[in-house]
Protein backbone atom coordinates (compact mmCIF):
# COMPACT_ATOMS: atom_id res chain seq x y z
CA UNK A 1 0.00 0.00 0.00
CA UNK A 2 1.06 3.55 -0.78
CA UNK A 3 1.33 5.99 2.10
CA UNK A 4 1.84 9.33 1.91
CA UNK A 5 3.09 11.32 5.31
CA UNK A 6 2.92 15.40 4.46
CA UNK A 7 5.25 16.93 7.29
CA UNK A 8 8.33 15.64 8.50
CA UNK A 9 8.21 17.20 11.85
CA UNK A 10 7.65 15.19 14.93
CA UNK A 11 4.23 13.52 14.56
CA UNK A 12 5.05 12.73 11.14
CA UNK A 13 8.45 11.08 11.30
CA UNK A 14 6.57 8.97 13.86
CA UNK A 15 3.76 8.25 12.14
CA UNK A 16 6.00 7.08 9.12
CA UNK A 17 7.91 4.93 11.12
CA UNK A 18 4.97 3.22 12.60
CA UNK A 19 3.16 3.20 9.17
CA UNK A 20 6.61 1.18 7.88
CA UNK A 21 6.50 -1.37 10.31
CA UNK A 22 4.34 -3.12 7.99
CA UNK A 23 6.15 -4.46 5.22
CA UNK A 24 4.08 -4.11 2.67
CA UNK A 25 3.70 -0.65 2.66
CA UNK A 26 5.77 1.85 0.91
CA UNK A 27 6.46 5.27 3.04
CA UNK A 28 6.93 8.42 1.49
CA UNK A 29 7.55 11.46 3.57
CA UNK A 30 6.71 14.85 2.37
CA UNK A 31 8.36 17.87 3.62
CA UNK A 32 8.49 21.24 2.51
CA UNK A 33 11.65 22.33 4.41
CA UNK A 34 15.08 21.16 3.25
CA UNK A 35 15.53 18.98 5.96
CA UNK A 36 13.31 17.13 8.39
CA UNK A 37 12.58 17.70 12.30
CA UNK A 38 13.71 21.43 12.08
CA UNK A 39 11.31 22.48 14.62
CA UNK A 40 12.52 19.51 16.60
CA UNK A 41 15.86 20.51 16.34
CA UNK A 42 15.18 23.78 17.86
CA UNK A 43 12.91 22.65 21.16
CA UNK A 44 13.87 23.20 24.45
CA UNK A 45 16.08 25.28 23.93
CA UNK A 46 18.13 23.07 21.91
CA UNK A 47 17.50 20.31 24.56
CA UNK A 48 14.02 19.09 23.54
CA UNK A 49 12.14 18.07 26.29
CA UNK A 50 10.95 15.17 24.54
CA UNK A 51 8.11 14.16 26.88
CA UNK A 52 7.43 14.32 30.77
CA UNK A 53 6.61 11.49 32.97
CA UNK A 54 3.32 13.28 34.16
CA UNK A 55 1.32 13.67 30.69
CA UNK A 56 -2.04 13.04 31.39
CA UNK A 57 -5.66 14.47 29.82
CA UNK A 58 -5.61 17.16 32.43
CA UNK A 59 -2.26 18.79 30.99
CA UNK A 60 -4.17 19.33 27.47
CA UNK A 61 -6.72 21.78 25.86
CA UNK A 62 -8.46 22.52 22.98
CA UNK A 63 -10.01 18.82 21.61
CA UNK A 64 -12.06 16.87 24.35
CA UNK A 65 -10.81 15.32 26.85
CA UNK A 66 -11.84 11.91 25.86
CA UNK A 67 -10.00 12.37 22.91
CA UNK A 68 -6.89 13.23 24.09
CA UNK A 69 -6.96 10.66 26.88
CA UNK A 70 -7.98 7.56 24.48
CA UNK A 71 -4.66 8.75 22.16
CA UNK A 72 -2.49 9.28 24.64
CA UNK A 73 -3.78 5.70 26.10
CA UNK A 74 -2.91 4.22 22.86
CA UNK A 75 0.75 5.01 23.08
CA UNK A 76 1.69 6.35 26.39
CA UNK A 77 5.09 7.85 27.87
CA UNK A 78 6.63 4.20 29.16
CA UNK A 79 5.81 3.19 25.30
CA UNK A 80 7.19 6.46 23.91
CA UNK A 81 10.78 6.04 25.64
CA UNK A 82 10.86 2.60 25.06
CA UNK A 83 10.23 3.35 21.38
CA UNK A 84 12.92 5.70 21.26
CA UNK A 85 15.70 3.39 23.24
CA UNK A 86 14.88 1.26 20.59
CA UNK A 87 16.61 3.93 18.10
CA UNK A 88 19.09 4.01 20.65
CA UNK A 89 18.28 7.03 22.37
CA UNK A 90 19.58 7.16 25.53
CA UNK A 91 17.32 10.01 28.59
CA UNK A 92 17.38 11.30 31.54
CA UNK A 93 14.00 12.58 33.78
CA UNK A 94 14.93 15.29 35.63
CA UNK A 95 13.13 15.67 39.03
CA UNK A 96 10.61 17.64 37.72
CA UNK A 97 9.20 14.70 35.34
CA UNK A 98 10.48 16.75 32.22
CA UNK A 99 12.74 13.88 30.09
CA UNK A 100 15.46 15.76 27.78
CA UNK A 101 17.75 13.14 25.16
CA UNK A 102 21.18 11.86 27.54
CA UNK A 103 23.37 14.09 25.15
CA UNK A 104 21.21 17.41 26.22
CA UNK A 105 21.13 17.93 22.39
CA UNK A 106 17.79 18.17 20.53
CA UNK A 107 19.41 16.91 17.60
CA UNK A 108 19.77 12.93 18.87
CA UNK A 109 15.94 13.36 18.95
CA UNK A 110 16.25 14.15 15.15
CA UNK A 111 18.92 11.93 14.14
CA UNK A 112 17.19 8.87 15.89
CA UNK A 113 14.46 9.13 13.73
CA UNK A 114 16.09 10.42 10.68
CA UNK A 115 18.17 7.65 10.77
CA UNK A 116 16.07 5.38 11.61
CA UNK A 117 14.05 6.36 8.44
CA UNK A 118 16.49 5.49 6.42
CA UNK A 119 17.22 2.27 7.73
CA UNK A 120 13.67 1.10 6.97
CA UNK A 121 13.36 2.17 3.05
CA UNK A 122 11.18 5.31 3.79
CA UNK A 123 11.29 7.69 1.14
CA UNK A 124 12.17 11.30 2.35
CA UNK A 125 11.29 13.94 -0.17
CA UNK A 126 12.56 17.20 1.25
CA UNK A 127 11.98 20.54 -0.33
CA UNK A 128 8.39 19.26 -1.22
CA UNK A 129 5.33 21.51 -0.59
CA UNK A 130 2.40 19.79 -0.93
CA UNK A 131 -0.01 22.14 -2.02
CA UNK A 132 -3.37 20.66 -2.71
CA UNK A 133 -5.26 17.02 -1.48
CA UNK A 134 -7.46 15.14 -3.36
CA UNK A 135 -9.54 12.15 -3.67
CA UNK A 136 -10.62 10.31 -7.08
CA UNK A 137 -11.68 6.81 -8.49
CA UNK A 138 -10.12 5.20 -5.06
CA UNK A 139 -6.50 6.82 -4.89
CA UNK A 140 -5.46 10.52 -2.82
CA UNK A 141 -3.49 12.80 -4.87
CA UNK A 142 -0.93 15.43 -3.73
CA UNK A 143 -0.03 18.35 -5.70
CA UNK A 144 3.45 19.70 -4.74
CA UNK A 145 5.70 22.18 -6.39
CA UNK A 146 7.80 19.04 -7.52
CA UNK A 147 5.20 16.86 -8.72
CA UNK A 148 2.26 14.87 -8.30
CA UNK A 149 1.68 12.07 -5.51
CA UNK A 150 -0.29 9.04 -5.52
CA UNK A 151 -1.63 7.09 -1.92
CA UNK A 152 -3.88 5.31 -0.98
CA UNK A 153 -3.35 6.41 2.26
CA UNK A 154 -2.39 10.06 3.77
CA UNK A 155 -1.54 11.14 6.93
CA UNK A 156 -1.67 14.65 7.09
CA UNK A 157 0.97 15.81 9.89
CA UNK A 158 1.73 19.44 8.69
CA UNK A 159 1.92 21.39 12.27
CA UNK A 160 0.27 24.36 13.34
CA UNK A 161 1.48 27.87 12.61
CA UNK A 162 3.32 28.71 16.13
CA UNK A 163 6.97 29.36 15.45
CA UNK A 164 6.80 30.22 11.88
CA UNK A 165 10.79 30.54 11.25
CA UNK A 166 10.93 27.01 12.30
CA UNK A 167 8.34 26.12 9.61
CA UNK A 168 4.91 26.76 11.30
CA UNK A 169 2.47 27.35 8.58
CA UNK A 170 -1.53 26.90 8.05
CA UNK A 171 -1.35 24.58 4.97
CA UNK A 172 -2.16 21.59 6.94
CA UNK A 173 -5.72 23.44 7.72
CA UNK A 174 -5.95 24.12 3.93
CA UNK A 175 -5.24 20.90 3.12
CA UNK A 176 -7.57 19.32 6.13
CA UNK A 177 -10.37 21.94 5.05
CA UNK A 178 -10.62 21.03 1.69
CA UNK A 179 -11.61 17.69 3.11
CA UNK A 180 -15.01 19.40 4.77
CA UNK A 181 -13.00 19.38 8.22
CA UNK A 182 -13.32 22.46 10.36
CA UNK A 183 -10.33 24.51 12.16
CA UNK A 184 -11.16 26.37 15.37
CA UNK A 185 -10.09 30.38 15.85
CA UNK A 186 -5.90 29.86 16.06
CA UNK A 187 -4.16 31.78 19.00
CA UNK A 188 -0.56 31.74 20.52
CA UNK A 189 0.08 29.26 23.24
CA UNK A 190 3.56 28.57 25.20
CA UNK A 191 4.33 32.32 24.87
CA UNK A 192 5.90 35.75 25.98
CA UNK A 193 3.81 38.58 27.48
CA UNK A 194 4.03 42.18 26.23
CA UNK A 195 3.45 44.31 29.29
CA UNK A 196 3.66 47.99 30.15
CA UNK A 197 7.49 48.59 29.60
CA UNK A 198 7.68 51.29 32.36
CA UNK A 199 9.46 48.90 34.75
CA UNK A 200 9.95 45.86 32.91
CA UNK A 201 12.63 47.43 30.51
CA UNK A 202 15.37 48.10 32.90
CA UNK A 203 14.41 44.63 34.84
CA UNK A 204 16.03 42.88 30.78
CA UNK A 205 17.78 39.35 31.82
CA UNK A 206 16.76 39.77 35.29
CA UNK A 207 15.23 36.44 36.25
CA UNK A 208 13.21 35.53 39.66
CA UNK A 209 11.04 32.56 40.95
CA UNK A 210 7.88 33.95 41.60
CA UNK A 211 4.25 33.06 42.26
CA UNK A 212 2.31 34.24 38.75
CA UNK A 213 -1.69 35.56 38.82
CA UNK A 214 -3.02 36.62 35.63
CA UNK A 215 -5.91 38.71 36.34
CA UNK A 216 -8.75 40.93 34.90
CA UNK A 217 -11.67 42.48 36.43
CA UNK A 218 -10.56 41.15 39.74
CA UNK A 219 -10.96 37.45 38.08
CA UNK A 220 -8.22 34.89 38.40
CA UNK A 221 -7.39 33.99 34.81
CA UNK A 222 -4.39 31.76 35.55
CA UNK A 223 -2.01 31.07 37.50
CA UNK A 224 1.68 29.76 38.13
CA UNK A 225 4.61 28.98 40.08
CA UNK A 226 8.35 29.42 38.48
CA UNK A 227 11.12 31.19 37.30
CA UNK A 228 9.67 34.46 35.16
CA UNK A 229 12.40 36.32 32.55
CA UNK A 230 12.03 39.80 32.36
CA UNK A 231 12.35 40.81 29.12
CA UNK A 232 12.53 44.72 27.46
CA UNK A 233 8.85 44.19 25.84
CA UNK A 234 7.36 42.31 29.08
CA UNK A 235 8.16 38.83 30.64
CA UNK A 236 8.48 35.22 29.77
CA UNK A 237 10.12 32.01 31.31
CA UNK A 238 8.23 28.90 32.09
CA UNK A 239 5.42 30.74 34.98
CA UNK A 240 4.81 33.24 32.06
CA UNK A 241 4.53 30.69 29.60
CA UNK A 242 2.10 28.20 32.02
CA UNK A 243 -0.15 31.62 31.85
CA UNK A 244 -0.02 32.72 28.40
CA UNK A 245 -2.80 30.37 27.14
CA UNK A 246 -5.24 32.08 29.39
CA UNK A 247 -3.70 35.56 28.39
CA UNK A 248 -3.91 34.63 24.90
CA UNK A 249 -7.64 33.58 24.14
CA UNK A 250 -9.03 36.24 27.62
CA UNK A 251 -9.52 39.53 25.47
CA UNK A 252 -8.02 43.07 27.02
CA UNK A 253 -7.84 44.40 30.30
CA UNK A 254 -5.54 41.48 31.87
CA UNK A 255 -2.91 42.45 34.66
CA UNK A 256 0.09 39.74 35.38
CA UNK A 257 0.61 40.19 39.09
CA UNK A 258 3.90 38.31 40.67
CA UNK A 259 4.78 37.35 44.13
CA UNK A 260 8.45 37.98 44.14
CA UNK A 261 8.76 36.83 47.68
CA UNK A 262 6.24 33.47 47.90
CA UNK A 263 7.53 32.03 50.77
CA UNK A 264 7.29 35.48 53.25
CA UNK A 265 3.89 36.70 54.21
CA UNK A 266 3.31 40.39 53.38
CA UNK A 267 3.06 40.93 57.34
CA UNK A 268 5.69 39.40 58.02
CA UNK A 269 7.65 40.65 55.48
CA UNK A 270 6.70 44.13 56.18
CA UNK A 271 7.44 43.80 59.92
CA UNK A 272 11.25 42.99 58.26
CA UNK A 273 11.73 45.14 56.56
CA UNK A 274 10.86 47.54 59.31
CA UNK A 275 13.60 45.59 61.57
CA UNK A 276 16.08 46.53 58.51
CA UNK A 277 15.60 49.79 58.42
CA UNK A 278 16.04 50.73 62.58
CA UNK A 279 19.08 47.99 62.27
CA UNK A 280 20.53 50.49 58.93
CA UNK A 281 19.25 53.13 59.08
CA UNK A 282 21.65 55.27 57.09
CA UNK A 283 21.61 52.45 54.13
CA UNK A 284 20.42 54.31 51.27
CA UNK A 285 17.44 52.56 49.72
CA UNK A 286 19.60 51.65 46.43
CA UNK A 287 20.27 49.06 49.01
CA UNK A 288 17.66 48.52 51.22
CA UNK A 289 16.76 45.75 49.35
CA UNK A 290 19.76 43.80 48.46
CA UNK A 291 19.94 40.55 49.90
CA UNK A 292 16.16 40.27 49.82
CA UNK A 293 15.74 40.41 45.93
CA UNK A 294 17.58 40.26 42.95
CA UNK A 295 19.72 44.17 42.83
CA UNK A 296 18.14 45.48 39.65
CA UNK A 297 14.70 44.35 40.96
CA UNK A 298 14.66 45.93 44.58
CA UNK A 299 15.46 48.87 43.26
CA UNK A 300 12.69 48.79 40.80
CA UNK A 301 10.00 47.78 43.19
CA UNK A 302 11.47 50.65 45.51
CA UNK A 303 10.83 53.32 42.23
CA UNK A 304 7.50 51.88 41.42
CA UNK A 305 6.47 52.37 45.14
CA UNK A 306 7.58 56.16 44.32
CA UNK A 307 10.85 56.53 46.11
CA UNK A 308 14.24 58.34 45.27
CA UNK A 309 17.00 55.96 45.29
CA UNK A 310 19.37 58.43 46.92
CA UNK A 311 16.72 58.76 50.22
CA UNK A 312 18.20 56.36 53.45
CA UNK A 313 16.40 53.58 55.49
CA UNK A 314 15.89 56.71 57.82
CA UNK A 315 13.44 58.31 55.77
CA UNK A 316 11.05 55.43 55.68
CA UNK A 317 8.12 55.33 57.74
CA UNK A 318 5.48 52.09 59.04
CA UNK A 319 3.12 52.65 56.11
CA UNK A 320 6.27 52.78 53.81
CA UNK A 321 6.99 49.41 54.64
CA UNK A 322 4.02 48.15 54.41
CA UNK A 323 3.48 49.23 50.76
CA UNK A 324 6.82 48.20 49.93
CA UNK A 325 5.89 44.96 51.24
CA UNK A 326 2.81 45.13 49.35
CA UNK A 327 4.73 45.85 45.98
CA UNK A 328 7.09 42.99 46.78
CA UNK A 329 3.97 40.45 46.80
CA UNK A 330 1.95 41.71 44.13
CA UNK A 331 4.00 43.73 41.59
CA UNK A 332 1.78 43.90 39.23
CA UNK A 333 2.17 44.28 35.39
CA UNK A 334 -0.74 45.27 32.40
CA UNK A 335 -0.70 43.15 29.71
CA UNK A 336 -0.40 44.84 26.54
CA UNK A 337 -0.91 41.37 24.02
CA UNK A 338 1.45 38.20 23.40
CA UNK A 339 4.62 38.16 21.23
CA UNK A 340 2.57 36.44 18.59
CA UNK A 341 2.62 33.36 16.54
CA UNK A 342 5.38 33.84 15.36
CA UNK A 343 7.09 33.71 18.93
CA UNK A 344 4.81 30.57 20.35
CA UNK A 345 5.94 27.30 20.89
CA UNK A 346 2.33 26.21 19.81
CA UNK A 347 -0.90 26.77 18.30
CA UNK A 348 -3.95 26.66 20.85
CA UNK A 349 -6.67 25.63 18.59
CA UNK A 350 -6.78 23.24 15.18
CA UNK A 351 -8.83 21.31 12.98
CA UNK A 352 -11.43 20.16 15.49
CA UNK A 353 -11.48 16.79 16.77
CA UNK A 354 -14.81 15.76 16.40
CA UNK A 355 -14.10 15.12 12.60
CA UNK A 356 -11.78 12.26 13.73
CA UNK A 357 -12.34 8.59 14.80
CA UNK A 358 -9.54 8.54 19.10
CA UNK A 359 -9.07 5.58 18.47
CA UNK A 360 -7.84 5.58 14.99
CA UNK A 361 -7.21 9.10 14.18
CA UNK A 362 -8.93 8.28 10.65
CA UNK A 363 -10.88 11.03 9.27
CA UNK A 364 -14.51 10.85 9.70
CA UNK A 365 -15.31 12.77 6.56
CA UNK A 366 -12.59 10.88 4.25
CA UNK A 367 -11.39 7.06 5.09
CA UNK A 368 -8.19 6.94 4.33
CA UNK A 369 -7.14 9.89 5.29
CA UNK A 370 -5.51 10.57 9.00
CA UNK A 371 -4.53 13.56 10.73
CA UNK A 372 -1.91 13.78 14.05
CA UNK A 373 0.24 16.04 16.00
CA UNK A 374 -0.37 20.07 16.01
CA UNK A 375 -3.09 20.38 13.33
CA UNK A 376 -5.77 19.01 15.54
CA UNK A 377 -7.24 21.18 18.31
CA UNK A 378 -5.08 19.78 20.93
CA UNK A 379 -2.55 21.90 22.64
CA UNK A 380 -0.56 20.95 25.80
CA UNK A 381 1.22 22.80 28.90
CA UNK A 382 4.65 23.37 28.84
CA UNK A 383 6.88 20.83 30.00
CA UNK A 384 7.15 18.24 27.26
CA UNK A 385 3.65 17.64 26.68
CA UNK A 386 3.57 18.92 23.22
CA UNK A 387 5.81 16.70 21.98
CA UNK A 388 4.07 13.92 23.58
CA UNK A 389 1.16 14.33 21.98
CA UNK A 390 3.29 14.48 18.85
CA UNK A 391 4.23 10.98 19.25
CA UNK A 392 1.03 9.57 20.67
CA UNK A 393 -0.73 10.81 17.62
CA UNK A 394 1.93 10.17 15.20
CA UNK A 395 2.19 6.56 16.24
CA UNK A 396 -1.84 5.68 16.08
CA UNK A 397 -2.23 7.68 13.31
CA UNK A 398 0.34 5.55 11.62
CA UNK A 399 -0.94 1.99 12.54
CA UNK A 400 -3.53 3.25 9.53
CA UNK A 401 -6.28 1.39 11.46
CA UNK A 402 -9.77 1.81 10.42
CA UNK A 403 -12.63 1.43 7.81
CA UNK A 404 -11.06 2.21 4.68
CA UNK A 405 -14.48 2.38 2.57
CA UNK A 406 -12.24 3.09 -1.20
CA UNK A 407 -15.48 4.76 -2.24
CA UNK A 408 -15.43 7.63 -4.41
CA UNK A 409 -17.12 10.53 -3.63
C1 LIG B 1 10.95 27.12 19.91
C2 LIG B 1 10.08 25.94 20.25
C3 LIG B 1 10.43 25.13 21.34
C4 LIG B 1 9.61 24.05 21.69
N1 LIG B 1 10.00 23.24 22.72
C5 LIG B 1 9.25 22.17 23.05
C6 LIG B 1 9.69 21.26 24.06
O1 LIG B 1 10.79 21.36 24.60
N2 LIG B 1 8.84 20.23 24.38
C7 LIG B 1 7.63 20.04 23.75
O2 LIG B 1 6.92 19.10 24.10
N3 LIG B 1 7.23 20.85 22.75
C8 LIG B 1 8.01 21.89 22.39
N4 LIG B 1 7.61 22.70 21.35
C9 LIG B 1 6.35 22.35 20.62
C10 LIG B 1 6.63 21.18 19.65
O3 LIG B 1 7.82 21.42 18.94
C11 LIG B 1 5.47 21.01 18.65
O4 LIG B 1 4.25 20.91 19.35
C12 LIG B 1 5.70 19.75 17.80
O5 LIG B 1 6.88 19.89 17.05
C13 LIG B 1 4.50 19.53 16.87
O6 LIG B 1 4.79 18.42 16.06
P1 LIG B 1 4.10 18.30 14.63
O7 LIG B 1 4.68 17.10 13.99
O8 LIG B 1 2.65 18.39 14.76
O9 LIG B 1 4.55 19.61 13.85
P2 LIG B 1 6.01 20.09 13.40
O10 LIG B 1 7.06 19.49 14.26
O11 LIG B 1 5.92 21.56 13.28
O12 LIG B 1 6.18 19.44 11.95
C14 LIG B 1 5.36 19.80 10.87
C15 LIG B 1 6.19 19.65 9.61
O13 LIG B 1 5.35 19.71 8.47
C16 LIG B 1 5.99 20.47 7.47
N5 LIG B 1 4.94 20.98 6.58
C17 LIG B 1 3.98 21.88 6.90
N6 LIG B 1 3.17 22.08 5.84
C18 LIG B 1 3.62 21.28 4.85
C19 LIG B 1 3.20 21.06 3.50
N7 LIG B 1 2.14 21.67 2.99
N8 LIG B 1 3.91 20.18 2.74
C20 LIG B 1 4.98 19.53 3.24
N9 LIG B 1 5.44 19.72 4.51
C21 LIG B 1 4.75 20.57 5.32
C22 LIG B 1 6.74 21.53 8.25
O14 LIG B 1 7.81 22.09 7.51
C23 LIG B 1 7.21 20.75 9.46
O15 LIG B 1 8.50 20.18 9.29
C24 LIG B 1 8.41 23.78 20.96
C25 LIG B 1 8.07 24.59 19.87
C26 LIG B 1 8.89 25.65 19.51
C27 LIG B 1 8.51 26.50 18.33
Not at 2 to 23: F, H, K, P, Y
Request: with cysteine.
Amino acid sequence: MRILVIGGGASGMMAALTAAEQTDHQVTVLERQARVGRKLAATGNGRCNLTNQSASPACYHGGRADFVRLVLDAFPVPDTLSFFRNLGLLTVTEPSGRVYPFSDQAGSVVDVLRLAMEQRGIVLEAGCEVSALTFRDGAFFAETNLRRFAADRVIVACGGIAGGKLGGTGSGYALLRSFGHRCTKLYPALVQLKTDPQWVRSLKGVRAEAAVRLMQNNILLADSRGEVQFTEYGVSGPAVFEISRAASVSGTGQTVILDLLPPMEESELAEFLHARAQQFPTLTLENFLTGILQNRLGRTVLRACGFTLDKTAAVLHRQDFRAIAAKIKAFDLPVQGTMGMDQAQVTAGGIETNGFNPETLESRLRPGLYACGEVLDVDGDCGGFNLQWAWSSGHLAGQLKGTHHDSNS
